[in-house]
């Protein structure tokens, strides 16, 4: 204990997890621009426990984006397994943070009793299981479907990111 208190490489920094919907991160993160659209954010998802990823892309990173991917991705998937969101965990961005009795996110979050956890300010390692899946895909997904295919739509990027969910979720050993 000594050595994790005075040497900071020592010290302890996973957060525990122990079930599924317990701590649920979310972000934002900038694509990159295409060509006739603009610029595209992809709102990431993960469930800290069992590391399953949801992804949406759009074209703006408004609060309203934010709680779309909850509302029509992320928690029915938790309805239909029987579970719950009860935390979640997000930088201070204006599409997850603001005043709570006028933001949309906090909002939402409060209807569904939901609590809301915030990062550090400028401190990304504190929200690590979703920087650490940006990282993933951006290597394994992004960086190669850039090289290799030409896109003309936010869709036709969302099909592609929604085959490689998939084999994330179900075959990628994480």
């Known amino acids: 204990r000594l050595l994790e208190r005075f040497s900071p490489e020592f010290r302890e920094r996973q957060i525990e997890v122990h079930y599924t919907g317990e701590l649920v991160a979310v972000d934002t993160f900038f694509v990159g621009a295409l060509k006739g ?5 992809l709102q990431t998802v993960l469930d800290c426990y069992s590391r399953h990823a949801w992804g949406r892309l759009y074209t703006s990173k408004l609060p309203i984006t934010s709680v779309h991917v909850l509302n029509e991705t992320v928690l029915p998937f938790f309805e239909t397994h029987e ?11 204006r599409e997850f943070c603001g005043r709570p009795d006028h933001h949309p996110y906090e909002l939402f979050l409060q209807l569904e009793g939901i609590e809301h956890r915030t990062t550090k300010v400028r401190r990304p ?13 951006l290597d394994e997904h992004f960086r190669i479907k850039g090289r290799t295919t030409w896109y003309e739509s936010v869709e036709q990027m969302q099909t592609d990111l929604d085959s490689y969910l998939e084999h994330y979720n179900t075959q990628r050993p994480h």
């Open 37 to 41: 659209v603009g610029k595209v954010y």
């Open 83 to 93: 579970a719950r969101v009860y935390t979640i965990l997000s930088d201070n961005g």
């Open 125 to 137: 390692q504190s929200n690590g299981f979703i920087e650490r899946l940006h990282r993933t895909l």
